[in-house]
C-alpha cells in the first residue's frame, strides 16, 4: 500500500470537513429557532458583495453625465472638465467656466468679450 495516498485522503477530508461542521452549525442554529441570525448574516454578505457594484455602476453613470470634454476657446486645447465649474486651460491658463456642456472664458465683470471676425481685403481692378 502507498503511504502517500492516505496523506491524500486525509487532506480531501480535511477540506470536507470544514463544509460540514460550517453546514452543521447552520442546521443547528435553524433547527433551535436562531434561523433570523442565519438568514441576516447571509443578507449582511449579500449586500457586502453587492455594494461594490453598484458603487462602480453609479459613479459611471456620474461621470457620464458630468465630465465634459470640449476645446478651449482661447487656445482650442482639448481637456476633461466637470460640468458646471470653474478651471483654467492646462496649455494657456485662461480661467474658463463649464456650462451645459461647453467650456465659455470667465471674464470679470464689466468686461466685454468679442470675437475676432476675419476680414478679407478685396482689391477692385478697372
Known amino acids: 500500500m502507498n503511504p502517500d495516498r492516505f496523506r491524500t485522503l486525509q487532506i480531501r477530508f480535511s477540506d ?3 463544509w460540514l461542521v460550517t453546514f452543521a452549525i447552520v442546521g443547528i442554529l ?7 441570525l442565519v438568514k441576516g448574516i447571509l443578507i449582511l454578505i449579500g449586500l457586502i458583495a453587492i455594494t461594490p457594484v453598484l458603487v ?3 459613479v459611471q453613470w456620474w461621470l457620464k453625465r458630468n465630465l465634459i ?5 482661447v487656445c482650442s486645447e482639448e ?7 470653474q478651471c483654467q486651460c492646462p496649455n494657456c491658463g485662461e480661467p474658463i467656466k463649464v456650462e451645459q456642456g461647453h467650456f465659455s472664458r470667465l471674464t470679470p465683470p464689466g468686461t466685454i ?6 476680414v478679407s481685403v478685396q ?3 478697372d
Open 79 to 85: 481637456f476633461p472638465a466637470f460640468n458646471n465649474t
Open 123 to 125: 482689391t477692385l481692378e
Open 56 to 58: 462602480i455602476l453609479g
Open 113 to 118: 468679450d468679442v470675437q475676432v471676425v476675419d
Open 30 to 36: 435553524i433547527s433551535i429557532g436562531l434561523g433570523w
Open 69 to 73: 470634454q470640449d476645446l478651449c476657446p
Open 16 to 18: 470536507l470537513s470544514n
